[in-house]
């Protein structure tokens, strides 16, 4: 692991993510991670939407989740994200979910991405380096 | 894998499903495989919903997605599931997802899950067996 | 009310449609309106997706819903819907949902649209005219 | 309109929250409002899955929405919420969603709701009255 902090986003369990099990949904938790990716994506100068409209698609090529605990209606809970480069056109965040109080690990997913044209061909977005804190752990 | 055929479901995009990359949403893949599954279990005698209200929690504990080729709107598309069990209290489901026309492969996904009680511990719930079609692949 | 049937289309509720109380959440049910709306108009010859990527928008301006029983896990609906004209840049659907078994009124929505330009300005796609059934009811 | 400041939250959009036209997609907005009503109950000391395990469902029985302008990714917003009596068992919501920079109008709302048992049986939750600011506006 990276000396350097993970990026972290505080979020809030809101009642229409919870299913009827009365927990959040397993679908909500990767709309969570996404967003986290998104925002620490932002801080480092790169915007999603930006990206998109500039043909520049940034894609999950695959998602590693496990699930250790559920969330439910109206906790607090913290994204935390860091990402690793893989090789020139390939990077993954290592992103974990906790629950604020009592403090506890929800899930721990490795999200593996690419940036691609539309027509699918691997790209290499300029400044790409700014991304990441170090080599792949 | 299995002589026996997979548990198929047809499906179609839906444009809200689609986000502004103006593909399926990563999560929404998510959604499509949990549907799949739980009339994976119904056609096997297993409601969902009825579980949930007897105190049987079906949980996800691990899933593995790779993300081959996006849906976009309107697209029909088939789920495909097979079940494995991996211990007593543990099993998977392997599931592909194939666009109609043109044929192609868009991710395949192993998703392992585990029944629990609403306290959290492992519970095998009667008649569970008839749940597979044999031993893992 | 026109004396040209209704456009129907058949759902299915869905697991993950459902919130804590076991019900459709609010939400999901303008999803399952809106969906039938761009079959409606696939089906006079309009892509929602197409219109998009052509700069038209098909945008709500106002939505009146009245939620008279809600669907619960597993029950099949369907939605139908009417056109009509209001001016010659609004329109309005006129949408009911109906439980099938047992055969029942779930909501009935008024959904009035425009088609804008991406800088929202009123726009009249062309052939617009073969979308509607005839006058407002 | 009650010279009580409305109760308000802020919210930012998450980029899965927005469909292939690049905006909010229209069910999402309801989500928004259906999580600041719920917000908007806490604070006055009733929490929404804490009632739907007593019994008690809040359920909404019509929903008015008028939509000005669209938001986009990113946009930071705010929902303010007003809740007044219609009836002893029929209350209603009037909100509001501003766009923060530039501020805008995003959209209004008037959600009508009621409290009902499991049976669909009009109930009038204990303390009721602390939720209101006062007569109908």
Redesign the interface.
Known sequence: MSAIPAFTVPFEV???E?????IV????Y??YL??AR?LYL?QRGF???EL?KAGI?L?????????K??L???EAFVVSSRLARLTPVRFAFQQEIHCTVPRRLVLTATITCAAMSQAGKPIIPKGLDALFDGPAS
Chains 1, 2, 3, 4 share one sequence.
């Open positions: 809101r009642d229409y919870c299913d009827l099990q009365g949904n397993n679908a909500v990767q709309q996404e967003h998104h932002k915007s999603f939407a998109t698609y894609v999950v090529v695959r998602a590693e989740i496990d699930y605990s559920p439910r209606s109206g």
